[in-house]
């Protein structure tokens, strides 16, 4: 940072800090913040000023790990990045109103603008990069857990498993279900799994072509497959794009299946 500007911080700080604060309600009423309590924000805007004002200071290593850090702890608090942004592009406001009246030579001027605009964006790079990074995480992380729920195996009875699919299914997804049907397979001790797609908009040749892999690999780890809720347009389209699916049992729904399976199983419903 440009000696000229640490000297202006240094020797204006709180004249700085009082305008900087003053902007920064601003920014308040411009980033639906207004619910947040009072004394929250104010420390907010304490600490971040704070924060910034010894960013000046330090060399550019050590003040973008700190500038990392800080970033990372206000967004798990899901405080909004154009909180920052705004407060910073704010913090460049008043810094340039001061340097203004205090300063009448151009060149100097101009030398500390660049310099200024330059730091200030650089901040602002950052914190971009570290909340896009952050979020890409977040995401991925819960794209996961998605994945996971959208194949569960329920055990139904002893014996019985029923793996209700809904939406789509890509390449990625075959694979959790695959996945997660041997290892359900394996682990409820399943005679008969019973893959429900009433919930599938569209069953292609890709999607049939992962139905009849996971069919295959339950019958090699010693159980059967049941394929249930085949509407009726479902299976014209089946037809259609001549899907061979003649190697296991299908049923028109959840309930045909689970009677089946039941006999497979040499178990009886009995009425009470």
């Known amino acids: ?35 947040i309590n009072d004394n929250v924000y104010e420390n907010m805007n304490k600490e971040f000023m704070d924060f910034i004002m010894t960013q000046v200071t330090m060399e550019q290593q050590e003040a973008q790990g700190q500038l990392s850090s800080f970033a990372e702890k206000y967004i798990q608090a899901g405080w ?28 100097v001027l101009i030398s500390t603008f660049g310099d200024l605009e330059e730091w200030i964006d650089g901040v602002i790079n ?10 890409e995480d977040i995401i991925e992380m819960q794209k996961l857990s998605l994945l996971e729920l959208s194949a569960p195996l329920i055990p139904v009875f002893e014996g019985v498993t029923v793996m209700p699919l809904i939406g789509t299914i890509d390449t990625a997804r075959a694979k959790l279900i695959m996945e997660n049907l041997l290892e359900g397979v394996i682990e409820h001790r399943s005679q008969v799994v019973l893959i429900d797609i009433t919930g599938v908009p569209v069953v292609d040749t890709m999607v049939a072509h992962h139905i009849i892999q996971a069919s295959e690999a339950v019958r090699l780890v010693g159980a059967s497959c049941i394929l249930v809720g085949i509407r009726p347009e479902i299976a014209q389209t089946i037809v259609n794009l001549g899907i ?12 045909k299946g689970i009677e089946t399976a039941l006999e497979v199983t040499n178990k009886k419903m009995i009425d009470l």
């Not at 910073?88 to 009448?104: C, G, I, K, P, S």
């Not at 061979?244 to 309930?255: A, H, I, N, V």
């Open 80 to 107: 909004p990045l154009s909180y920052f942004t705004q407060g910073l592009q704010a913090f460049r406001r008043v810094l340039l109103a001061f340097l203004m009246r205090n300063e009448t030579d151009v060149q």
């Open 1 to 35: 940072m440009q000696p000229y500007i640490v000297s202006l911080l240094t020797n204006q700080k709180d004249a700085v800090l009082k305008h900087w604060e003053k902007e920064l309600e601003v920014v308040k009423s411009n980033n639906f913040l207004s619910a």
């Open 244 to 255: 061979d699916l003649s190697k296991f049992p299908t049923k028109s729904t959840l309930q």
């Open 126 to 135: 950052q914190l971009v990069h570290d909340y896009t990074g952050n979020w």
